[in-house]
């Protein structure tokens, strides 16, 4: 491999070209990493030309290039904002400082623990959605699945490049390894359970990139408050694409509601029996792929309480969503914050150290954020006249993290016993019935401008391009 010129191979604007030893670290993981991507990307799809969108360059006028790519072939480059002037470090107890420019000796094992548990979320969604083209509802979907998996690809590079850039030998190996776990292997699975459930269907797709991708928005926005700035300006940059991500996530979801609400009004019914059998998805059903997605996603923020996460904070590793906007002191010492717990079968409020719960903290800001888009979503079943409404269910429900996962919830906040939760479990979680309609309704429609019967089509295309646009052409 060494005749490539990685500088042109690779785009990027951190000046590969001159860091020779960097250089001759990523010549060797990009080997590994294409046959990763040949094993586990994209099934069956290697040979497609898609129109995809390639950053070459962090301007508005780089990051966004559309053309036909085959996927193998897309150039997965290194990207990072550009560098703030005297940027300080802005809380925590450095506060006041320079931001770091390499990794300080004291934070080294902590930080390289955030940027791999980072890093190993990105090839695990592609895992995850591997299968997924073979069962596209249209051209314009199977493309933009494939813009998220390169895109999930691109921000594993992101992370790669920060372990060989500053973290040497350590940094290497842990740049294999997360081409080595598998997402969902027993023996050696991802390192977050969430990205180790199945995405069997378009619907878990769409319902993943709205809730899970939005996890990483969270994440993200705290590691670019972190100290060690080129963590903080690499997570700026991919920021800026996992708002694609979330926009496939919620105008998917969108599309399904109004496909089911038109056969609702057509066929003058809400019996999910019958709108089976004219081939769309119930709205009870979407409330339970709902009700999963959320709340697997919400135990990715961790436990409510957590020493590790005040250690993040106080260090300058990790900040709070928006860090920057906020006005208070920065430090939260003696600053308390309400999570909740279960005392005597009851949940009940407990005032903890507000550094202790920055977990809960930052989960509670994704819960609003989410909320927002299902209140849009609310408003397509609203306009189309229908009374139903979807709901995020409370945190406490269905949690297997932290102080609620020992005690069942109901989506609207009652503790039960087992029994009473497992009779009603299948009005809350898809049953297995659910996932066996959405997966007999997966067939493949690939014919330019060509919709499956459950899902409407979109208001617009990709980059200004009309709907019926040869977004893949298969080979
Ligand atoms: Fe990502
Ligand atoms: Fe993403």
New binding site residues.
């Given amino acids: 491999m060494s005749n490539i010129d990685y500088s042109e191979k690779i785009p990027n604007n951190v000046n590969l070209s001159e860091d020779r030893t960097l250089q001759r670290a990523l010549e060797q993981w990009q080997p590994n990493y294409l046959s990763w991507w040949q094993d586990m990307g994209p099934d069956g799809s290697q040979d497609f030309d898609v129109y995809l969108r390639t950053a070459v360059s962090v301007d508005p006028e780089g990051w966004a290039q559309f053309g036909h790519v085959k996927m193998p072939d897309y150039r997965w480059g290194i990207f990072l904002n550009p560098a703030e002037k005297d940027r300080k470090i802005h809380f925590g107890d450095h506060m006041g400082e320079a931001a770091w420019q390499d990794v300080p000796g004291e934070y080294r094992a902590n930080l390289r623990r955030i940027i791999v548990t980072q890093g190993d979320t990105e090839p695990a969604?592609v895992e995850q959605q591997r299968h997924l083209g073979l069962t596209c509802p249209s051209q314009y979907d199977l493309r933009n699945l494939f813009q998220?998996n390169v895109?999930?690809g691109r921000?594993l590079w992101a992370m790669v490049y920060l372990l060989h850039k500053y973290f040497g030998k350590d940094g290497r190996e842990e740049g294999e390894a997360l081409l080595e776990r598998r997402s969902g292997n027993e023996d050696n699975p991802r390192i977050l359970q969430a990205f180790n459930e199945a995405t069997p269907d378009w619907l878990s797709f769409f319902m993943f990139?709205y809730f899970t991708?939005r996890d990483?928005k969270f994440q993200l926005c705290a590691l670019a408050e972190s100290s060690f700035d080129p963590l903080a300006r690499t997570t700026k940059f991919m920021l800026t694409?996992?708002a694609h991500?979330m926009f496939v996530g919620e105008s998917g979801v969108g599309r399904v509601i109004q496909r089911t609400c038109q056969a609702m009004n057509e066929l003058k019914t809400d019996d999910p029996a019958k709108l089976r059998a004219a081939g769309v998805i119930d709205l009870p059903l979407i409330q339970r792929y709902l009700n999963f997605h959320f709340s697997v996603t919400i135990d990715l923020f961790g436990a409510d309480e957590s020493s590790n996460a005040a250690t993040f904070y106080s260090t300058g590793l990790k900040g709070r969503y928006e860090e920057g906007k906020r006005v208070d002191d920065h430090q939260l010492r003696g600053q308390t914050y309400k999570v909740l717990n279960v005392v005597n079968g009851q949940l009940v409020e407990k005032e903890v150290p507000m550094l202790n719960a920055l977990n809960e903290v930052l989960r509670d800001d994704y819960i609003k954020d989410s909320m927002a888009g299902v209140g849009r979503w609310n408003k397509l079943i609203e306009k189309a006249g229908i009374p139903l409404r979807l709901t995020t269910p409370h945190k406490a429900f269905h949690r297997n993290i932290g102080a609620l996962s020992g005690v069942k919830v109901s989506p609207d906040g009652r503790v039960m016993s087992e029994s009473e939760w497992a009779a009603k479990v299948n009005e809350w979680l898809p049953s297995d019935e659910d996932r066996a309609y959405v997966h007999s309704l997966m067939g493949r429609v690939v014919e330019p401008g060509k919709f499956a019967n459950w899902i409407a089509p979109p208001v617009m295309g990709i980059n200004r391009q009309p709907v019926n646009f040869e977004y893949v052409r298969f080979n």
């Fill in positions: 969604s998220v895109e999930e921000h990139t991708d990483g694409e996992e991500h």
